[in-house]
């Protein structure tokens, strides 16, 4: 995904590991807690809470802590947030979708505005960059799942739509209504997979250059930083001359 993935990858080559696994856990938590709060606390009857389950346990979390999440959400005190998706342009023009979780919508709004506007970006309204995106499901496997034909197959036997295989692993796309059943039917195949969620895939990208890769990653990394922010995606492209780098 044009953006996304190769964020991920500067994110690790910049050495924030231990930083960002830490929030990473806590954000997937929080959705655990929230989607077992809305519907049924066991995974099997509850397809929102079994994806955020399977992304949870792809990305390492502890199976206590999962558990503590999912118990969390029967308790009388946990938390209400709201859902909140907030969109608008960084440096370059590029188009930014952030969703939050948040138990306090004026504290987050500000902060999002704030954060746009100290580095180089405007927010916006809702739907004013949406339309530069469709909303997808992603299933992601190791390069060890198999070989670009065999995850083709799988993939086509799933239902998905699409299959984007490199050296370093196979992205599957399918539509945002069939994840759980594409999901499913893939680990039937292939195993368990390194990741599944749902996310916004651009239709067009912005090509950066240096200066405008590097002030839109202090964006991007300010965002993921708030603790009521779940996910940054923006429609920003930059070559592996760049990226080598970065």
């Known amino acids: 995904m044009a953006g ?121 309204e809702t739907g004013s960059v949406a339309f530069m995106f469709d909303r997808k499901g992603q299933v992601s496997y190791p390069v060890e799942a198999g070989d670009a034909d065999t995850v083709m197959m799988a993939a086509i036997e799933a239902g998905a739509e699409d299959v984007e295989s490199a050296e370093d692993g196979h992205v599957i796309w399918c539509t945002d209504t069939d994840l759980n059943e594409v999901s499913t039917a893939l680990e039937a195949e292939l195993g368990e997979s390194i990741s599944t969620k749902l996310v916004w895939r651009p239709t067009t990208t912005t090509e950066l250059d240096m200066d405008g890769a590097q002030k839109l990653m202090k964006l991007i990394e300010a965002l993921e930083d708030d603790d009521d922010i779940q996910t940054v995606t923006a429609n920003f492209d930059i070559s592996d001359e760049i990226m080598e780098q970065l």
């Open 4 to 124: 996304h993935s190769k964020w991920a990858n500067i994110q690790h080559r910049k050495g924030r590991q231990d930083a960002v696994r830490s929030k990473l856990f806590s954000k997937l938590a929080k959705e655990i807690t929230v989607a077992a709060k809305m519907g049924d606390p066991d995974p099997d009857k509850n397809p929102r809470l079994r994806l955020a389950v399977k992304e949870a346990k792809g990305q390492s979390v502890p199976k206590d802590v999962i558990d503590r999440a999912i118990k969390k959400s029967l308790g009388g005190d946990a938390e209400n947030y709201d859902e909140i998706r907030y969109e608008g342009y960084g440096p370059s023009g590029v188009a930014v979708i952030v969703e939050a979780m948040t138990d306090n919508r004026n504290r987050t709004a500000s902060t999002v505005r704030s954060t746009f506007g100290k580095h180089g970006g405007n927010l916006g």
